[in-house]
């Protein structure tokens, strides 16, 4: 079965701090990661996706097969980067649902 | 352009109540999810839909949960006989495609069941 882990409940950074939030999955097969945020009062959406290989908003994310991760990063955290941080799984043996980890809350202090 | 919607926003319930959230996916979305998300955990799969057809409930937690997209548009979600424990924000999400396309999700539905 497959599963996500996020081991922070809670970070907090100052501003121009670099953060990292880690994300540890298990799956058999091939999995496609993703990073979904939720700002304040909004709704759950997309931030990076492993295959796109890009770098949304600063944050960057590699996904290491060998150890399992896909832990997001950015260098110079800003206060509007506070938000709920979800890691997610999803695969053709998963079909197209997503799995979910526990999420992080980013806190940025200025 | 509208995105996924949900109604209503908050629900509270007696235990024991049937309910019924309703979920606007994105016109021409092929996907269509729910998720079920307990105060402070992350969302779990309930259910998927391609058009119509539901090919993927295995994450209801009972046959108290049931949902449906009969005209491969607007789905329904009903819990019935509500307990406690059904106590949570219920998450639609829908995509474009039948593949792994990206999930555009709704604000939720909080429930209190009381």
């Known amino acids: 079965a497959q599963r996500v882990t996020q081991p922070e409940k809670l970070l907090s950074v100052f501003k121009g701090a670099p953060v990292e939030l880690k994300c540890n999955y298990s799956?058999?097969?091939?999995?496609?990661l993703f990073w979904y945020v939720q700002y304040s009062r909004q709704r759950l959406q997309l931030l990076l996706r492993?295959?796109s290989r890009e770098s949304i908003k600063g944050f960057t994310a590699d996904l290491n097969k060998g150890e399992t991760s896909f832990h997001l990063k950015k260098p110079f955290a800003q206060e509007e980067d506070s938000a709920m941080y979800y890691c997610a799984l999803s695969g053709k043996a998963a079909g197209n649902k997503l799995t979910f980890g526990g999420g992080t809350r980013v806190l940025v202090k200025p | 352009g509208a995105g996924v919607s949900q109604s209503p926003r908050y629900k509270v319930a007696k235990r024991g109540q049937d309910v019924a959230l309703r979920c606007d996916p994105i016109?021409?979305?092929?996907?269509l999810f729910w998720y079920q998300q307990a105060l402070g955990q992350g969302p779990e799969f309930l259910t998927y839909?391609?058009?119509?057809?539901?090919?993927?409930k295995s994450g209801l937690p009972s046959d108290r949960f049931f949902a449906e997209r009969p005209e491969g548009s607007v789905s329904t979600l009903k819990i019935q006989r509500t307990q406690q424990e059904d106590s949570a924000v219920y998450l639609c999400?829908?995509?474009?495609?039948?593949?792994?396309?990206?999930?555009?999700f709704g604000p939720g539905t909080r429930l209190t069941v009381t």
């Open positions: 016109s021409g979305h092929v996907s």
């Open positions: 799956y058999s097969g091939s999995p496609e």
């Open positions: 492993h295959i």
């Open positions: 839909f391609q058009n119509e057809a539901q090919l993927d």
């Open positions: 999400a829908s995509s474009f495609d039948r593949g792994q396309g990206e999930q555009y």
